[in-house]
């Protein structure tokens, strides 16, 4: 059973899943939706990590990191075989991703480090030497709120990093891999720093400000997911940063991530789908299959329509 599905990678036709609450490892399941095996583990032994934070997929090897916490990186081959663990920084990372043979990592502004550790993108080789540090953080510490969906995120060739404190968008690729700002996301009403920095201040007046809740990239789009005055909006953008698309979004959108491809994957819990999607006409009139209460998760993998 999966407790939480933090992430999803697709990769190999295989679909990589992220339960960092109950089972803290990488669970992979065939494109028949069967488990096949599991990478990773917790514990004090060879190639076991105390706790993990995030994953990635390094599609040019099909190496998988696990990021565990105080920055420590773990490396496993496809069938689950460890390789290697390094601490990447003295600074803290909270996520990952792979972009060609390259490993992305964040601080999400909440480094706990001044001076040269204080920044908000590290990015290192395929054999895991620095390649640079980039973006300063800001001047207070940012929380970790699991509200945020999608913000570093990797295509395989391409790498992005949505910072929804700044409404700022970065690219990560090739030939440089240093972060180069894409767009600067402009909200009617924005949502301040102090208020995010507070913590339950954030909570609190979530209905009073406009926010970025989650960022899809695809082979041809940009699908951002807000909120405005209390309501959740959708924009698509294509990649010359033009809107295709940009209204109120009916319903609730899933926690979503992106493939290689035009697809996206989405996941969707049992009180999800029996508060929303048992009932939405669209997703009926798909064809979609139903969850029963000895069902765990559905995974959907879909693409945005004209």
């Known amino acids: ?11 190999g036709g295989e679909y990589y899943i992220l339960d960092n609450i ?11 939706g069967k488990y096949s095996r599991s990478i990773g583990n ?3 032994g060879p190639g076991e990590y105390p706790d993990i934070v995030d994953f990635c997929v390094n599609e040019e090897n099909g190496n998988i990191g696990i990021l565990s916490t105080a920055s420590e990186f773990y490396l496993y081959n496809r069938e689950g075989a460890f390789i290697e663990s390094r601490k990447m920084t003295e600074s803290l990372l ?11 990592f964040t601080t999400d502004h909440s480094t706990f480090t001044e001076g040269e550790n204080a920044k908000l993108i590290y990015v290192y080789d395929g ?17 970790q709120l699991d509200i945020f ?8 060739k391409e790498g992005y990093y949505m910072d929804v404190f700044t409404n700022t968008l970065y690219g990560i ?14 909200l009617p009403n924005p949502m ?28 041809t789009n940009y699908i951002l997911n807000y909120i405005k005055g209390g309501e959740m909006k959708i924009a698509i953008f294509n990649h010359d940063m033009k809107v295709v698309k940009n209204g109120n979004f009916l319903g609730l959108f899933p926690r979503s991530f992106p493939t290689s491809t035009d697809t996206i994957v989405s996941t969707v819990t049992l009180d999800e789908y029996f508060g929303f999607w048992s009932t939405s006409e669209n997703y009926k009139e798909c064809g979609m299959p139903k969850m029963t209460d000895e069902s765990n998760m559905l995974l959907m993998e879909w693409t945005i329509g004209s």
């Open 1 to 11: 059973m999966i407790t939480k599905a933090k992430k999803v990678v697709k990769s």
């Open 22 to 32: 109950g089972k803290k490892r990488v669970i992979v399941f065939g494109k028949d």
């Open 42 to 44: 917790t514990g004090g």
């Open 94 to 104: 909270w996520e990952c991703a792979c972009v060609g043979n390259h490993y992305v």
């Open 127 to 143: 054999s895991l030497q620095e390649v640079g540090r980039y973006v300063s953080v800001l001047p207070v510490q940012m929380p």
């Open 149 to 156: 969906n999608g913000q570093l995120v990797s295509t395989g």
């Open 173 to 186: 690729g090739a030939p440089t891999f240093g972060a180069d700002t894409i767009c600067n996301i402009s």
């Open 192 to 219: 301040p720093t102090e208020i995010y920095a507070g913590g339950m201040t954030f909570f609190e007046n979530q209905i009073n400000y406009d926010w970025i809740m989650g960022f899809v990239p695809t082979a």
